[in-house]
């Protein structure tokens, strides 16, 4: 019976968050091993994919640019399609990465620690994404300089009454906040990287970027300090970034746009997305990468918690939405929710959604479908798949068909349209890519700290300049 009760209480403890015992060496050793040694033969046959890819972006901004926004299938009165369907994707996407760094970081939760450089980078290469359609769509890129509010002669000043400049301050604002947030966290290693680095010239470009950091007391109570203002600053930008983009559309008067659930429901539906394309690139990079000590079935069962926490608030949305518009008895409202959303020509995208974002995540309800890397790994792409349908619903299905019947008109997407899409996911996966290749996927400082936490001053003091 003692062994029976131990045995209940070994399988109720959490899983570690750092597998075996380490000491500050063998943990530089191996979470810098992908740095130095030479790329492996997938890496570089995934970067040639992605670089191709990525060839095929700049045909189609080129083509757009040389021919015009006619080159994609937007029509009357599908005005906006899919250059907003990928704006909206991809800053959902980016906004993992603020909430694992900034507001875990001020709640204190240990287990961010192993992921947070993945999401942090991923978030600035999805906004990175996300800036390329709102420029392509204004159908005169050259002119997007007229959208800052620059002193001029001419007294050309932005439309501060749009939403949609609202815009262009909100995701600026986030992605320089993101950009100095990881920029921040990533100097100690990059001074590790720096001592350890055996090329004069690697040497040379970390140190540049380490900013002479020593490891000294006085560098780190200045780090901790900037890092915590950072995150004190990026934390309502998680909440105030995508209900800027919902009201893009909460603020008019299209039937299925015109709801004041959409803040936080687009916020939920971000950070839902946003956790998924974590894990979507996370659990290949941990096996790959050898990194199955740091990033522990741990880490990801909170992550799919997360992610089904965010699912049940997004289905929230989903049922409000169609409450509301039976409750209001509007009947432009009915129509869209109960006929052209569920039984219009659109209907295959909208059970897609449905499956995707409601019926998925509910196996994360369960141990072994938090704990088992395919059924996490599977559930967080059919999610992403999800999320991007459920933005081509909220825009596509409450244009295509107005308030006036003969207006309506069917929207077919051109090849354009799907290589800017598939392109800008190449650009996505190459930057990520040589983001694992020439820095460290997980912020060695913070893992060290951790280790030293959790099994007291095992390590070496000082080691690389990377040592609180």
Excluded at 39 to 48: A, C, D, H, I, N
Excluded at 207 to 223: D, E, K
Excluded at 370 to 387: F, K, P
Aim: with cysteine; proline share 6%.
């Amino acid at each position: 019976m003692a062994e029976t009760a131990s045995d209940l209480r070994a399988q109720l403890e959490p899983p570690p968050l750092i597998e075996g015992r380490h000491d500050d060496g063998t943990l530089n050793k191996t979470l810098n091993d992908f740095v130095w040694r030479r790329p492996p033969r997938g890496w570089l046959v995934l970067l040639l994919l992605g670089m191709a890819g990525t060839g095929v972006l700049f045909t189609a901004i080129t083509i757009t640019i040389a021919r015009g926004i006619g080159m994609w299938g937007n029509n009357i009165p599908v005005g906006w399609a899919f250059g907003i369907i990928n704006f909206v994707w991809w800053i959902g996407i980016g906004h993992a990465g603020t909430l694992i760094s900034a507001i875990l970081l001020l709640f204190q939760q240990k287990w961010r620690t192993s992921i947070n450089r993945f999401a942090e980078a991923m978030t600035l290469f999805a906004v990175m994404q996300a800036g390329i359609y709102p420029i392509l769509h204004t159908g005169r890129p050259w002119f997007a300089y007229w959208m800052i509010p620059y002193p001029s002669t001419n007294s050309i000043w932005p439309q501060f009454k749009s939403p949609l400049m609202w815009d262009v301050f909100a995701v600026s604002t986030y992605f320089t906040t993101s950009l100095l947030f990881w920029y921040i966290g990533l100097i100690p290693d990059l001074a590790s990287l720096r001592d350890s680095s055996t090329s004069r010239r690697a040497r040379i470009a970390y140190g540049i970027f380490a900013l002479g950091w020593r490891g000294s007391a006085r560098h780190w109570h200045h780090y901790k300090i900037a890092y915590l203002l950072l995150a004190g600053l990026a934390t309502p930008l998680v909440l105030s970034v995508h209900t800027i983009v919902s009201w893009d559309f909460a603020l008019s008067i299209l039937p299925g746009w015109h709801t004041t659930i959409f803040p936080p429901y687009f916020v939920a539906g971000a950070v839902f997305s946003g956790f998924a394309m974590v894990l979507t690139l996370m659990i290949p990079a941990r096996r790959y990468m050898g990194l199955k000590h740091v990033i522990t079935a741990r880490h990801l069962e909170a992550m799919a918690k997360v992610m089904l926490c965010t699912g049940l608030i997004v289905t929230y949305g989903y049922l409000m939405e169609h409450f509301a518009a039976w409750y209001s008895g509007n009947p432009y409202e009915q129509y869209v929710f109960f006929v052209t959303r569920p039984r219009g020509p659109y209907a295959w995208a909208y059970f897609t959604q449905m499956f995707c974002n409601v019926v998925v995540p509910q196996m994360y309800w369960f141990r072994w479908a938090r704990r088992n890397v395919w059924t996490l790994w599977i559930g967080a792409v059919l999610i992403n798949v999800g999320m991007w349908f459920e933005r081509f619903n909220i825009i596509v299905t409450s244009l295509h068909r107005d308030f006036i019947p003969s207006n309506w008109a069917m929207y077919y997407p051109t090849w354009v349209d799907f290589s800017l899409l598939f392109g800008t996911i190449c650009f996505f996966g190459t930057l990520f890519l040589l983001f694992l290749k020439f820095l460290p996927a997980v912020a060695v400082s913070e893992v060290k700290e951790l280790n030293h936490e959790l099994h007291g001053h095992r390590g070496h003091p000082g080691t690389e300049g990377a040592h609180p």
